[in-house]
């Protein structure tokens, strides 16, 4: 059974992998933005890493679409592309900013 769980992951890894890559070579992502998503990637499925999910879902659904989160979300952005996720040090400080600026998202979401 873990096997066959494994195998799955690996599958789905592989699959999204190609979809980011395709997404580059159209035009649709940087190099950057495709390496970030890439080792965020790596960091989701290969570390488990569920804060970094959760945050990603957070923002998701905290109404970053909304014109006055502009500036908030380009800072999120540049984070996550920026942080090296394979240094602790960098990714505990890329997670500690990212949950403040969801946190202020989130609090501007429900002044309405």
């Given at each position: 059974m873990t096997w066959g769980l494994t195998n799955r992951r690996k599958q789905i890894q592989a699959e999204l992998a190609t979809l980011i890559y395709e997404c580059h070579t159209q035009g649709r992502l940087s190099p950057e933005e495709m390496?970030?998503?890439l080792d965020i990637l790596a960091a989701l499925?290969?570390?488990g890493?569920?804060?970094?999910?959760?945050?990603l879902?957070?923002?998701a659904s905290s109404g970053m679409r909304e014109k006055d989160?502009?500036?908030i979300n380009e800072i999120i952005?540049?984070?996550l592309v920026n942080?090296?996720?394979k240094d602790?040090?960098?990714?505990?400080?890329g997670l500690e900013l990212i949950r403040d600026l969801v946190s202020e998202l989130e609090k501007e979401k429900e002044k309405g």
């Open positions: 390496m970030c998503l499925l290969d570390q890493d569920t804060e970094l999910a959760n945050l879902r957070r923002w989160a502009l500036d952005r540049v984070t942080t090296d996720w602790a040090f960098a990714r505990a400080k």
